[in-house]
C-alpha cells in the first residue's frame, strides 16, 4: 500500500515525535515503554489515516480497550461503550469508523442510521455478545411472561431487538433499582448479574435477577489470590475492579465501576498506587493522563479488541471489506434502537 505524504522524511519525523508525546509513557507488552523507534513505525500510518479522515469526512471512535496507536494516535474520541454510544448519536460527518467489536459498532450505527458504519476489525467477536442468541432470549420471554428484560449493551443487534431495556456497566445498577418490578431478566453476562444481585441487596431493595448467558472471558479470569497478591506486593495500593468481575473478587477489591467510573476514581483520589483488575488499554489511558500515578496490571488483555490495528484501520478507510461494513436488517435496527432508547430515558 502507498502512504502518499508519509513518504515526506521531514512530516514522519514531526509526527513521530507528537506520537512519543502522547505514547512514551504508555506501557507496550506488561513493563516495555513505547519508544521513539515505535512511533517512527507507526507514524506514516497515523500521518496517512488522519489525512484520509480529512478527505473522507470520516470520524474514528474507538474503544479504551483498542490499541493505544489507535486510541491516542487517530481517535477522534475514545471511551467506553456508553460514552461511545452518546457520541455516536451526535456524530455529523459522513462515515464512523468504529474501533471496537462488532457490536460495539452495530451499536453506532443503530443509533446514527443514515451513516455508513465502518469497523476495522471485521466481525471481531466477544465471548458475553456471544454467549446468548435472540432465539434463546425470546424462550426466556415466554418461560417468565411480563418480567422485564435488560439487556448488558455487549450483546448483539437482534438480542437488543429482543430486550425492553439495554444497559451499561455504568447505568446497570441504577436502571436495575428503578424498575418497579421485583423480579428482572439479565442477558448475557452471568457475573454481572450476580452482582446486580449483591449491590441491590446493598441499597436495601433486593430483586431476583433471572440471568443466561456467559462471562467476559478477561475479566471472569481474576480472582481473590490476584488481590491479596497485588495488596501484599505493593503497601497502600488501592485495588479497583469491573462489575464484570466475580462478585468475591468485587468483594475484595476498594472500588468497583465501569470503565469511565474507574478513570473518574483515579482523577479524584489522592492514593498514588493503583491495582486495576482490567483491561490492559484502560491501563494504557489512564498511564497517559496521570503521570504522576502508578498502574498495576497483573494482566487481561482482549483478543477481540486487539483486532483493530493501524494497518486494518488504514485498509478500511482505502477500500473496506463487504465485513467491515455494518448493514442490520431494518426491523432489528427499529426494535434494538427502542431498547437503546429506552435507556437513554432511564439514565437521565
Ligand atoms: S473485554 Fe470482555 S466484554 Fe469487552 S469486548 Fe472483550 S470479551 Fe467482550
Known amino acids: 500500500m502507498s502512504f502518499g505524504l508519509a513518504g515526506n522524511k521531514e512530516l514522519l519525523e514531526q509526527e513521530a515525535h507528537r506520537l512519543y508525546g502522547l505514547l512514551g509513557s504508555v506501557s507496550y507488552r506488561q513493563d516495555l515503554k513505547w519508544t521513539y523507534a515505535d512511533c517512527l513505525q507507526a507514524a506514516p500510518y497515523t500521518l496517512t489515516i488522519n489525512q484520509l479522515k480529512k478527505e473522507q469526512n470520516a470520524v474514528i471512535l474507538a474503544h479504551s480497550y483498542t490499541v493505544p496507536e489507535l486510541v491516542l494516535g487517530v481517535a477522534d474520541f475514545s471511551g467506553d461503550s456508553y460514552a461511545l454510544s452518546l457520541k455516536a448519536r451526535e456524530v455529523s460527518e459522513e462515515k464512523i469508523v468504529f474501533a471496537g467489536v462488532w457490536f460495539m459498532a452495530e451499536t453506532a450505527k443503530i443509533l446514527n442510521p443514515s451513516k455508513q458504519v465502518i469497523i476495522p476489525a471485521g466481525k471481531a467477536g466477544c465471548s458475553l455478545a456471544d454467549a446468548i442468541t435472540a432465539q434463546e432470549v425470546r424462550a426466556l420471554k415466554q418461560k417468565y411472561p411480563n418480567v422485564p428484560v435488560l439487556c448488558y449493551v455487549n450483546s448483539t443487534a437482534e438480542v437488543k431487538a429482543e430486550c425492553d431495556v439495554c444497559v451499561t456497566s455504568g447505568n446497570v445498577f441504577d436502571i436495575a433499582e428503578n424498575l418497579p418490578q421485583k423480579e428482572l431478566i439479565f442477558v448475557p453476562d452471568l457475573l454481572m ?95 497517559a493522563a496521570f503521570q504522576d500515578k502508578k498502574f498495576v496490571w497483573p494482566f487481561g488483555t482482549c483478543q477481540y479488541m486487539k483486532q483493530n490495528t493501524l494497518e486494518n484501520t488504514f485498509q478500511a478507510l482505502l477500500e473496506p471489506q463487504p465485513d467491515q461494513i455494518v448493514t442490520l436488517p431494518e426491523d432489528v435496527l427499529v426494535l434494538a434502537q427502542k431498547s437503546l432508547q429506552k435507556m437513554f430515558e432511564l439514565s437521565k
Do not use: W
Open 193 to 287: 448479574a450476580k452482582n446486580i444481585e449483591q449491590e441491590l441487596i446493598r441499597r436495601g431493595n433486593p430483586k431476583k435477577i433471572i440471568a443466561a448467558g456467559g462471562s467476559c472471558c478477561v475479566h471472569d479470569k481474576y480472582t481473590v489470590q490476584d488481590v491479596q497478591k497485588l495488596r501484599a506486593d505493593y503497601k497502600d495500593i488501592v485495588m479497583i475492579c469491573h462489575p464484570e468481575c466475580q462478585p468475591e473478587v468485587c468483594a475484595a477489591c476498594d472500588y468497583v465501576a465501569s470503565t469511565k467510573g474507574m478513570q473518574d476514581f483515579v482523577e479524584k483520589s489522592e492514593a498514588k498506587i493503583f491495582g486495576m483488575l482490567t483491561e490492559q488499554g484502560l491501563v494504557n489511558r489512564l498511564e
